[in-house]
């Protein structure tokens, strides 16, 4: 079973990869007129997409979250819901204010969010005190938070007003800039309160957890912060021993759940993994959702090498398009497979862009390619002319990608890719840098 651990390794080597891309130009089982390699090397390297998307795997990690909520409300659960594992706390590092709490949550060693609990300041609504304010608003600084979180609980109206009087403070402090996800939980004790199952919540129950949804926007209108979103959740769950607060950590890591009723999970995640800090978001998604971060990172890796191979049309070079665009998509091909697990070696990976030229690339307009003829396949490239138009690299790159996405990620069949590759050439249309 694909893990995180596993997961991290791949990312690794594919940033080897491009770390030493030289090596990899040189190792590329094709024969390069002069030029070709320097080229290539040029267009990766100069190409913000590509650079962007393994300097944010380079340095992902985990998400910085402020919570806010008081004692009770449900922050410990939420992490839990979160991640479907009874999760630890580390102990907390001092931050010069004792009313506010510095600590990881963590996994199997591995840190899963770095928080900051306002839990302190929250409960002491008596708290006019100036200075614990600017300790508070120079602990986030410091702290620099993906998102804040904010609890309330969402069967206690009476306290949602003071809740939001104080989350209105905070960001008095912190700027508005900080995305805001207001999570109302416990909703599985709305009316009928019986019902834990989330898949049998009757319309009247969800019409209550519309109607406290609606309450917690109104009561937050005014509040500008530039993103923001109200999510009810549940996070109830059953664990398969009693008291899990009681254990110790090392069985506190072997719980099971017997019971999940958690409702709506999957909306505050989708909502993280697109409004924080993408490096913070692969980081998520590996530890989440990781069938979603290889897609991810794979629709960026593909989409950024056909917005890099549109530069071969653009800048006159002294070799043909072609002998700079076919070792660019072997590249592709190898970081898709890498990333896919697939321990293939440069040599597979040009049978593979050899045999989905055979089935494809005629069909999608790729014709000067097909024009090599016999000197493709045998991918000796020629030394001048052949010019390729940047839509029609665009499509032909973008293509290609998503065919050895399909292959080696989604496990298709080397007979569907044809009409995987006509579909991405239509999509690659509609996407075509001007
Ligand atoms: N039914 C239900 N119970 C919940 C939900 N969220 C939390 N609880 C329960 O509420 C109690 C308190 O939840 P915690 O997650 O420990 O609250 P907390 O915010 O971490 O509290 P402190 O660590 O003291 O600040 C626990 O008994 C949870 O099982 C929920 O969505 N539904
Ligand atoms: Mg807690």
Do not use: C
């Not at 519309?210 to 009810?232: A, F, G, N, W, Y």
């Not at 090392?250 to 993408?278: A, S």
């Not at 030394?383 to 990608?401: E, L, N, Q, R």
């Amino acid at each position: 079973m694909l893990n995180k651990a596993i997961l991290d390794k791949r990312l690794n080597r594919i940033i080897h990869l491009y770390d030493n891309l030289d090596d990899l130009i040189e190792s590329l089982p094709v024969k390069l007129p002069d030029g070709a390699k320097s080229k290539v090397k040029q267009l990766i390297f100069s190409n913000k997409e590509i650079n962007e998307t393994i300097a944010n795997l380079k340095e992902r990690r985990p998400p910085r979250l402020i919570l806010v909520g008081r004692t009770g409300v449900g922050k410990s659960s939420l992490i839990n819901a979160i991640f479907g594992k009874y999760i630890a706390k580390t102990s907390p590092v001092a931050i010069g204010t004792n009313q506010l709490e510095r600590y990881n949550y963590e996994a199997d060693g591995d840190v899963l969010f770095e928080v900051i609990d306002t839990r302190g300041i929250a409960e002491s609504s008596t708290n006019q005190n100036t200075s614990a304010e600017e300790d508070f608003t120079k602990a986030v600084q410091a702290f620099d938070p993906d998102a804040v979180l904010f609890l309330s609980d969402a069967t206690q109206r009476a306290r949602m007003d003071e809740d939001v009087a104080y989350i209105k403070k905070v960001y008095q402090d912190i700027g508005f800039e900080i995305p805001l996800v207001t999570v109302l939980t416990h909703v599985d004790n709305l009316e009928p309160a019986r019902i834990k199952e989330p898949d049998q919540y009757t319309e009247s129950k969800l019409r209550n957890i519309r109607e406290k949804k609606q309450q917690m926007e109104d009561l937050l209108q005014e509040l500008q912060v530039k993103t923001s979103k109200v999510i009810p959740v549940s996070t109830y769950i059953e664990w398969d021993r009693p008291d899990p607060h009681l254990l110790s950590r090392e069985e506190q890591e072997t719980l099971t759940i017997d019971f999940d009723g958690r409702y709506n999970i999957e909306e505050l995640l989708d909502f993280l993994e697109h409004n924080i800090d993408f490096r913070a978001a692969i980081h998520l998604m590996m530890s989440t959702r990781i069938d979603k971060a290889v897609k991810r990172i794979s629709k960026l890796i593909i989409e950024a090498f056909a917005i890099a191979s549109t530069a071969i049309a653009l800048t006159p070079i002294p070799v043909s398009d072609m002998a700079v665009l076919v070792p660019l998509q072997l590249i592709l091909v190898i970081f898709i497979a890498y990333l896919s697990g697939a321990d293939v070696d440069k040599d597979s990976a040009k049978e593979f862009l050899l045999s989905i030229g055979g089935v494809g690339i005629l069909g999608y307009g790729l014709r000067t390619l097909a024009q090599q003829g016999s000197k493709f396949l045998n991918l000796v490239l020629p030394g001048s002319g052949s010019a390729v138009s940047s839509t029609i690299a665009f499509s032909g790159t973008y293509a290609i990608g998503k065919a050895a996405q399909a292959y080696y990620i989604d496990k298709k069949s080397k007979n569907e890719l044809e009409a995987i590759m006509k579909e991405a050439s239509e999509e690659a249309k509609k996407k075509a840098p001007e």
